[in-house]
T-cell receptor, first 113, second 113 residues
Framework: DSGVTQTPKHLITATGQRVTLRCSPRSGDLSVYWYQQSLDQGLQFLIHYYNGEERAKGNILERFSAQQFPDLHSELNLSSLELGDSALYFC????????????FGPGTRLLVL | GENVEQHPSTLSVQEGDSAVIKCTYSDSASNYFPWYKQELGKGPQLIIDIRSNVGEKKDQRIAVTLNKTAKHFSLHITETQPEDSAVYFCAAKTNFGNEKLTFGTGTRLTIIP
């Protein structure tokens, strides 16, 4: 158990819908990262937050957004969902920005029908 | 940006034999190289990492070597056991600007009893 929690574990929804994925980092960790894992794309970095502020963006679609709240939990919002958004979404956390070790949560499996 | 290549994509070894997975990276500024193990239905789990000021690191049956000049690093698992069967990912990160991990495409390791 990494100490990072993610909810829900599974999510099934329809095209065009909007969903919110939630992540709670390990106690004391200030950084939260979101990754998408699909069969043909591997693990792709989406976005990084540090202590409530966005620090870096990766291959994140404009339909996707995220935020980190004062209690340091983070939410990833996915809207206007398409079939191709079906994937595993992982959250990882680390102590800070330069402290590199990232610990991953168990993921949320999203299926868009 | 950083590009990480990982080989082989699949690897089968007899129980008790050694397994070696290799990765190359493109950005000479990368200075942190973790390895993750992902079991079916779970998030990636950090198994070992190495920083660029170190050439080799060992933890029981697992070792990682880094050749900065050639820009490649390898994971070595000795005395393999059935529970070592999983998908293994290498990754690379720099300390400048974007703190994201760039992942390799993964190696599915199967230990044959």
């Amino acid at each position: 158990d990494s100490g990072v929690t993610q909810t829900p574990k599974h999510l099934i929804t329809a095209t065009g819908q909007r969903v919110t994925l939630r992540c709670s980092p390990r106690s004391g960790d200030l950084s939260v990262y979101w990754y998408q894992q699909s069969l043909d794309q591997g693990l792709q970095f989406l976005i990084h937050y540090y202590n409530g502020e966005e620090r870096a963006k990766g291959n994140i679609l404009e339909r996707f957004s995220a935020q980190q709240f004062p209690d340091l939990h983070s939410e990833l919002n996915l809207s206007s969902l398409e079939l191709g958004d079906s994937a595993l979404y992982f959250c990882a956390s680390s102590v800070g920005q330069v402290k590199e070790t990232q610990y991953f949560g168990p993921g949320t499996r999203l299926l868009v029908l | 940006g950083e590009n990480v290549e990982q080989h082989p994509s699949t690897l089968s070894v007899q129980e008790g034999d050694s397994a070696v997975i290799k990765c190359t990276y493109s950005d000479s500024a990368s200075n942190y190289f973790p390895w993750y193990k992902q079991e079916l239905g779970k998030g990636p789990q950090l198994i070992i990492d190495i920083r660029s000021n170190v050439g080799e690191k060992k933890d029981q049956r697992i070792a990682v070597t880094l050749n900065k000049t050639a820009k490649h690093f390898s994971l070595h698992i000795t005395e393999t056991q059935p529970e070592d069967s999983a998908v293994y990912f290498c990754a690379a990160k720099t300390n400048f600007g974007n703190e994201k991990l760039t992942f390799g495409t993964g190696t599915r390791l199967t230990i044959i009893p």
